[in-house]
C-alpha cells in the first residue's frame, strides 16, 4: 500500500474488487472535509455526485423550501465499515454489487446540508418544533368525549412513532430555504 486514494472497482459478473485509479483531487477533497482516511484499506462512500443533484434541485426553487429525510450520519460518527447495503424485492440481502440488487447507502447529511447552506435537524426534533409532541391525551377526556379521546390516543401515539429516537425519530431533515432574486 503506498497510502494513495484509490477508487474501488467492481467487476458485477464475479463481484470481484480491484483498486482503480487514483481518486480525483475533487473526491480528495470531499473526503478530507467530510470523510477523513485514518488508516490504509478504510472505505468511505463519497457524496459529490448526490451534493450536486441535490443542490442543483435546490435551486430551482423560487421561493420555499426543500426537504430531504434519510437516516444518515454526520462526521463525528461516520461508519467505519461505511453503509452499503443490498435490497432485493424489498428485503435487504448480504452486500452484492452484481447489478441484480438495489443497494443503497446512508447519506453523510451534514455534507447534504452543506451544499445548499441549509439547515439540519432529527426528525424528532423538527417534529416537535411543529407541535408534534406524542403525549398522551388527559384520561378524563375518556369520560367527556370517549370518540374524541380514541382519536387523541390514536394520533398521540402515530406522533410518538414518528418521534422515536432509535426508529423514525432518528432519520435526518435537511432543509433548504429559498427566495427568489426579485425580492
Not at 22 to 30: F, K, L, N, Q
Not at 110 to 129: F, I, K, N, P, Y
Amino acid at each position: 500500500m503506498d497510502g494513495t486514494v484509490r477508487i474501488v472497482e467492481v467487476q458485477p459478473s464475479t463481484l470481484e474488487e480491484r483498486l482503480g485509479d487514483r481518486a480525483s483531487d475533487e473526491v480528495c477533497g470531499w473526503l478530507d472535509r467530510w470523510w477523513p482516511l485514518d488508516e490504509p484499506g478504510q472505505r468511505a462512500e463519497v457524496g459529490i455526485t448526490r451534493e450536486t443533484w441535490w443542490a442543483a434541485l435546490c435551486d430551482r426553487v423560487g421561493d420555499g423550501v426543500t426537504l430531504a429525510i434519510d437516516y444518515g450520519h454526520l462526521r463525528s460518527r461516520r461508519p467505519v465499515g461505511g453503509t452499503l447495503a443490498s435490497y432485493r424485492s424489498g428485503r435487504e440481502q448480504a452486500l452484492s454489487l452484481d447489478g441484480g440488487h438495489d443497494v443503497t447507502a446512508h447519506v453523510a447529511v451534514d455534507a447534504l446540508a452543506a451544499a445548499v447552506h441549509g439547515s439540519l435537524a432529527t426528525q424528532r426534533d423538527a417534529l416537535r418544533e411543529l407541535g408534534v409532541s406524542g403525549v398522551r391525551p388527559p384520561l378524563s377526556l375518556a369520560s367527556t368525549d370517549p370518540q374524541g379521546y380514541v382519536r387523541a390516543l390514536s394520533a398521540a401515539g402515530d406522533a410518538a412513532d414518528l418521534t422515536e429516537p432509535s426508529g423514525l425519530g432518528g432519520f435526518w431533515w435537511v432543509l433548504g430555504r429559498h427566495l427568489s432574486s426579485a425580492l
